[in-house]
């Protein structure tokens, strides 16, 4: 079975830390450029950090950038998040998702994406 699974979310206070895993599996992982996208309530989805295959090529949102870090660990089928100084404006359901194999990066376009996981929620109070 083709899977994604998010874990790491949580409760945290402002400025404080969390770092997000995304487990794959059925999938080749190494071949599929990842990326995270979070949707608020009452709000659209919204790209928040993407990387390529073999991570030479990353993407951040300016609402994160210098905060969070992507890392894609293929040895081990996972991709992070890694939020710092977060603020409750990241507070939202977060969610990974997988490329098709071999495609190039479609950054922060939802659209090049075909594999969703139910995502973690992180609330970040103030």
């Known amino acids: 079975q083709v899977q994604v699974v998010e874990s790491g979310g949580g409760l945290v206070q402002a400025g404080g830390s969390l770092r997000l895993s995304c487990t794959a599996s059925?999938?080749?992982?190494?071949?599929?450029?990842m990326g995270w996208f979070r949707q608020a309530p009452g709000k659209e989805r919204e790209g928040v950090s993407s990387?390529?295959?073999?991570?030479?090529?990353?993407e951040y949102a300016d609402s994160v950038k210098g905060r969070f870090t992507i890392s894609k660990d293929n040895a081990k089928n996972t991709l992070y998040l890694q939020m710092d100084s977060l603020k409750p404006e990241d507070t939202a359901m977060y969610y990974c998702?997988?490329?098709?194999?071999?495609?190039?990066?479609?950054?922060?376009?939802?659209?090049?994406?075909?594999?969703w996981g139910q995502g973690t929620q992180v609330t970040v109070s103030s």
């Open positions: 990387i390529s295959r073999l991570g030479y090529t990353i």
């Open positions: 059925g999938l080749t992982f190494a071949a599929r450029a």
């Open positions: 998702a997988a490329g098709a194999p071999y495609a190039s990066s479609r950054g922060l376009n939802a659209d090049g994406y075909n594999v």
